[in-house]
């Protein structure tokens, strides 16, 4: 159990608390932001995402003095134990930045490699997503589960690009066209954290993306498993992590997702 005194059943609703005042920073700034450092070409941070974070990052180590820390915009934050935060203040800044209010902020706790509870908050929408290890996933308290639709050309997915879209060959948009062919449609959100989160409580039936960060997924990884659900890396391992690759799914459609991503324009079209 992380810490010598706490529990998961502890840490949830501390993990919410944090995630709430965070979110209040974020939902002050939507509709007046301005971009105050750029990351890369399309990539960029706003005032938002560093004043949550800081609340985020002062608060987690208040309250898990003994926990590492990953956030997205400070970086390391480390420690000799074995759980580590992943932090990530607002999933979605392109949208937060253009006013669209589909933006999360989303906490994950690892230990090693292995998200062992997590909370993903969608400040717009008063969502509150919450998973334990073998523990169940809630949405705003009550139990979530995945949805039931077995067949891929019936399905609704998600996926996202990576900020390097314009110069890795890898950029997900041969993938993209061949899932538009094989699904009922393919959404691109631009929260990884909600995508996962959506797939977990049955708004969509799974989500995909290469190059993906730990911040973006490790709550939302848990989630999705701990309502039923299934989440590896692109090529079918359980750790999602390390690969930075990420395929959630309602159970059911996770071969047939893992076969179109392996078999590409060979993948058989729906009947
Ligand atoms: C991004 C979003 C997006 C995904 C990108 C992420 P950010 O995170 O989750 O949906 O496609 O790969 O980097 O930058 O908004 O926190
Ligand atoms: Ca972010």
Redesign the pocket.
Known sequence: MPGKDTTVSDILPIAEAIARRAGAIVREGLGRVHPVRQKGAI?FVTEFDQRAEELIVSSLQREFPEHAILA?ESGHHPRTGEYQWVV?P?????NFAHGLPLFAISLGLLRGNVPVAGVIYDPRHEEMFSAALGRGASLNGRPIRVSSQPDLGQALLAT????DIRTNPRNNLAQFAQFQLRTQGVRR?????L?CAWTALGRLDGYW?F???PW?VAAGGLLVREAGGRTTSTAGDEDFIAPGTIVVSNGLLHEQILRVLREGDAAPLPK
């Open positions: 990539d997205e990530d607002i999933d979605g800044t392109t996202g690009f990576a900020y959100l631009g929260s990884a954290a995508d993306e190059g993906i960060k973006d």
